[in-house]
């Protein structure tokens, strides 16, 4: 689970992020703050992996907060959700190591991909292994090799992301060997039930193939993943 505080001074936006969080997968909410001294003191006290964090605020704003956030550092990563558009403003964020900029009024679908975004970038950091190009790419730009094709005659159901379904393909393009499903889930950085929606399109448009084995009693034991030649 990812702990995350909310620093936002309206109660309506604060009650909405923290609603929108709560119903992604992997994400716990730890604190919630209405300014931005008092932001500070609650990222200090407890550790968060993610602060969510507005710009226009008392005490502190927002460019303040993080600013001091990166002077302590304190090791926290830092999503913006905010009415601030101007250029300054973003780029002050940006250098100061924010990892996303949601201008308002946003939906849920727009916060989902942030973090859904994080969530992958963090599960492929964690691990204890050399990334290529194509995965730094990836992770920095959110760009996929134009070699990595997905010819698929269908439109993606709704939920699913082009990028996504990309990410899917370059990391079974990449393996020796067919897969479970939770293994794929894994290396791309999705929830099981997730990588289960993309393999399964997938395998509708004859980009993979999934193998089941069943128990004796006839339950699904397991699924595998193999790209088709």
């Known amino acids: 689970m990812y702990r995350v505080v909310l620093i936002e001074d309206d109660p309506m936006v604060l009650e909405v992020n923290k609603q929108f969080v709560e119903r992604i997968p992997g994400f716990e909410i730890v604190g919630t703050s209405s300014n931005g001294t ?3 003191e609650k990222v200090r006290k407890l550790q968060p992996d993610l602060v969510i964090l507005d710009i226009y605020m008392p005490g502190q704003n927002g460019t303040e907060v993080l600013q001091q956030i990166r002077s302590e ?3 926290v990563d830092a999503i913006v959700i905010t ?3 101007d250029i300054p ?3 002050r964020m940006l250098h100061q190591g924010a990892v996303d900029y949601i201008v308002k009024p946003f939906k849920f679908e727009r916060v989902q991909e942030a973090l859904e975004n994080y969530q992958t970038m963090k599960r492929r950091l964690s691990k204890d292994t050399n990334l290529s190009q194509a995965e730094l790419d990836q992770l920095l730009h959110g760009s996929v090799p134009n ?3 997905v010819n698929v005659q269908l439109d993606l159901p709704k939920g699913l992301q082009e990028l996504t379904m ?4 370059l990391f079974l393009m990449q393996q020796q060997k067919s897969l479970s499903a939770e293994e794929v889930a894994e290396g791309v950085g999705l929830a099981r039930v997730t990588a289960r929606r993309y393999l399964e399109f997938l395998e509708k448009s004859k ?3 999934l193998d089941l084995t069943y128990g004796g009693i006839g339950r699904r034991q397991s699924l595998r ?3 088709v030649k």
Do not use: F
């Open 83 to 85: 009415a601030a558009n």
């Open 166 to 169: 990309k990410q899917v393909m």
């Open 89 to 91: 403003t973003i780029q």
């Open 225 to 227: 993943v193999g790209v």
């Open 207 to 209: 980009q993979v193939k």
């Open 147 to 149: 070699s990595v094709s």
């Open 73 to 75: 550092q304190l090791g």
């Open 38 to 40: 008092e932001g500070i």
